[in-house]
């Protein structure tokens, strides 16, 4: 079993690893130069997903984790990505914003309304939400004889 210590300890290991990975994508990117620039919650979203455009499967989970643990605040940066973005980093930001969950539902819906265009798309993503939202002993749930 896990002292508090050991677990604080492992917490800060990981959030160096991920500070880390991040920094590196970060670095790479040509137009961004991490020690001049004070970035934004906006600009970390799309800076991330810019370099999962070219990344590995394993490095594209890392950057969508990360952006899903940031939460309901990323959802309208990775809205305005879906609208602008093409390939790999679109389907990211969807599978972020599907992750986040219910909290995303109305900032959908919202943009939805005020730009008729993105109605097909945020009419997907709720549908996704709220597919993958079944709460645990809802009955919906069917056994399958074996």
Do not use: C, H
Not at 67 to 75: A, E, S
Request: no cysteine.
């Amino acid at each position: 079993m896990q002292s508090s210590n050991q677990k604080i300890q492992a917490v800060a290991t990981d959030s160096k690893d991920i500070a880390l990975k991040i920094s590196n994508i970060i670095g790479k990117l040509e137009f961004a130069d991490e020690n001049d620039k004070e970035f934004s919650l906006s600009s970390y979203v799309y800076y991330l997903l810019k370099a999962a455009e070219n990344s590995d499967q394993k490095l594209r989970a890392d950057i969508e984790n990360n952006i899903v643990k940031l939460g309901v605040k990323t959802v309208p940066y990775l809205i305005d990505a879906l609208m602008t973005i093409k390939g790999t980093a679109r389907g990211l930001a969807a599978m972020a914003i599907i992750r986040i969950g219910f909290s995303s539902v109305e900032i959908l819906e919202n943009t939805a309304e005020k730009t008729p265009g993105f109605a097909w798309m945020s009419e997907y993503i709720v549908n996704e939400i709220l597919g993958t939202q079944i709460p645990v002993g809802s009955g919906n749930v069917t056994a399958i004889a074996g």
